[in-house]
């Protein structure tokens, strides 16, 4: 992310965004630690704290040229000062080493945490359709494993015709729904104007693929502090992917996960090409959590499970599918939804996999207060 300084439109000069790393001492202290903050926002940067078990890192995004490392690396307390190469700071490997755990709900339901060893299930179905239809499918779900109730109620359509999905009134019946069976509710919001009656309510924003690069829209969410299900664009990148995570990240809400939902390949056979590839590289290149959605990309039930066991194994931190008891009634995605029972089987395979590649999903119940 570039910024157009004053000093540039002054000077005509271009600068750059910088970031470093700051790396505290074993045993410094807070007041060591507000002194750096401190002159990082007298140097007109954002700093970004993360405590570890032992020693605290702090990041600082800002301009190029005006981000003094000699300065920082002189402040007490401070060991070392690093900058961060890559165009994604705060999502990056480097800012954060270890896995990152993302913590959902625990408001009104159990926490739900994902990330690093932790693997969690998001179902429910595509749209919310009534309240009755909702209730039923949150029931199957739950019974299968699942421990976040999914559910739009602003559904992106490719035509205008089709069923947008209820808005407010259905967000309610989540709400209720995910009280009533503690589970935290993760709801596909569109549009910045949508934001601030939506955070009443959901646990976790989900970013749809078409609104990845609605950079105000995750600047809007990045100023909450709810999960934030960020859905890879058809046609992104991982890096442009990274790149919109930092986004939200920017504007210091840390809960963001990654979802690979299958992009846009000369291949039509299914709906999209789930790119398996993707998973370990954004592993690598970020801390974040990512989960995989086996429903969108293979468009067919038929296809779903075996997309969700292989993001399993290739180490995604679980998956988040799209379930119906009577899939030819469903007014959107109908034909990808999974039968409840084919869910519930799909599941027990799912916790095999995840058993190989030593990840854990938690029961409900299990993730209150943790
Ligand atoms: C959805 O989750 O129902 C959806 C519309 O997903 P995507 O943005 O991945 O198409
Ligand atoms: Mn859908």
Known sequence: MAVFSTRAALGGAYFGSAALIIVMNNGAGDDAIERVVGEIERMGSKAHLS???????????????????????????????????????????????????VEIGGGSTPKVRIGGTLAACIAGPCAVENEEMLYKIARHVREG????????????RTSPYSFQGHGEPALKWMRACGDELGMPICVEVM?????????????????????????????????????????????????????????????????????ERGIKTFEDSARYTLDITSIPVAKQWSHLPLVVDPSHCAGRRDWVPSVALAGMAAGAHGIIVEVHYCPSEAQCDGPQALLPEVFRELMVQVRQIAAVVKKEFAEIGETAGA
């Open 51 to 101: 405590r570890g078990q032992f020693r605290t890192v702090i990041g600082a995004v800002g301009e190029e040229g005006v981000l003094d490392q000699v300065h920082l690396s002189s402040l007490d307390g401070v060991e070392k000062v690093v900058p961060i190469m890559k165009p994604y700071k705060l999502a990056s490997r480097e800012f954060h080493e270890d896995d990152s755990v």
């Open 145 to 156: 494993g699942a421990t976040v109730l999914r559910g739009g109620v602003f559904k992106p």
């Open 191 to 259: 549009d910045t104007r949508q934001v601030e009656m939506m955070e009443r309510y959901v646990d976790c924003f989900q970013i749809g693929a078409r609104n990845m690069q609605n950079f105000d829209l995750l600047r809007e969410v990045g100023k909450t502090r709810k999960g934030v299900l960020l859905k890879r664009g058809l046609a992104a990148t991982v890096k442009d992917w990274l790149l919109s995570a930092e986004y939200v990240l920017s504007q210091g809400n840390r809960n963001v996960i990654l979802c």
